[in-house]
C-alpha cells in the first residue's frame, strides 16, 4: 500500500464551498469507478477553511501518469472536473489547469522507536 497526501484550494466563497461538498455527498457512479480500477483503495478529503487535503491510499501499482491518461479518455470523468473546476482554483506556482498539488511526507511517527 501507498499513501499520498495531496493540496488544493477552494475559492473562498461561502456559496460556492456549499455546492462543492454537495457534490461530494453524492459523486457520479463512474467518477467512483474510475477512482476504483485506477488503484486508489481509499481516498479522504479534509477542508479548513477554502483549503482542502486529500489523503489517498493505493495499490502499490498505482500511476499517477496512468490514472491521467485513464481520466483523460474518460468523458464523464471529465466533465466531473470541469464541473469541479467551477470551485476549485490553482495553488500559486501552479501549472496552468494543474489542480491538486502533491505534498510531501516529512513526519513519520512510525519512524521512531518509542
Not at 47 to 61: F, P, Y
Not at 82 to 88: E, N
Request: proline share 4%.
Amino acid at each position: 500500500m501507498k499513501r499520498y497526501c495531496l493540496t488544493l484550494d477552494l475559492k473562498d466563497d461561502p456559496q460556492l464551498i456549499a455546492e462543492y461538498e454537495a457534490h461530494h455527498r453524492a459523486v457520479w457512479p463512474e467518477v467512483l469507478r474510475s477512482i476504483h480500477e485506477s488503484g486508489i483503495t481509499d481516498m479522504q478529503i479534509y477542508r479548513l477553511g477554502a483549503r482542502m487535503v486529500m489523503i489517498m491510499e493505493t495499490t502499490d501499482a498505482f500511476d499517477f501518469s496512468k490514472k491521467a491518461a485513464a481520466d483523460s479518455s474518460n468523458g464523464r470523468v471529465q466533465e466531473w472536473e470541469a464541473l469541479m473546476w467551477r470551485y476549485q482554483q490553482a495553488l500559486p506556482g501552479s501549472a496552468p489547469g494543474e489542480k491538486w498539488k502533491l505534498m510531501e511526507n516529512i513526519f513519520e511517527l512510525n519512524a521512531f522507536e518509542i
